[in-house]
Nanobody, 120 residues
Framework: QVQLVESGGGLVQPGGSLRLSCAASGSIFSINTMGWYRQAPGKERELVAQIIRGGITNYADSVKGRFTISRDNAKNTAYLQMNSLKPEDTAVYYC??????????????WGRGTQVTVSS
């Protein structure tokens, strides 16, 4: 069984910073792409940032220059450093990953999400 668990969300003032973590655990053989998505109330889930195993990254235009995605392959963990936060960044942030289990089957996994609220 494979799980993704997010942590690090919370309430922050505009202009502040948060660091999200996503830890993958279970019967993992390999992890390819890891990413962060977000969903605000009344809106569709959208991609925030992705990082492939080799380190290539991809960001939504709305977060470029403010957010940084990284990963620690030894820990099966991805991070999202969020700086200069804006009220419009308020959303539930979900971790997503393409994982090969020890049964050698690739599958896409989602975490349960962590709330980020940017408000004064």
């Amino acid at each position: 069984q494979v799980q993704l668990v997010e942590s690090g969300g919370g309430l922050v003032q505009p202009g502040g910073s948060l660091r999200l973590s996503c830890a993958a655990s279970g019967s993992i053989f390999s992890i390819n792409t890891m990413g962060w998505y977000r969903q605000a109330p009344g809106k569709e889930r959208e991609l925030v940032a992705q990082i492939i195993r080799g380190g290539i990254t991809n960001y939504a235009d709305s977060v470029k220059g403010r957010f940084t995605i990284s990963r620690d392959n030894a820990k099966n963990t991805a991070y999202l450093q969020m700086n200069s936060l804006k009220p419009e960044d308020t959303a539930v942030y979900y971790c997503n990953a393409d994982i090969m289990s020890t049964m050698r089957a690739w599958r896409n996994y989602w975490g349960r999400g962590t709330q980020v609220t940017v408000s004064s």
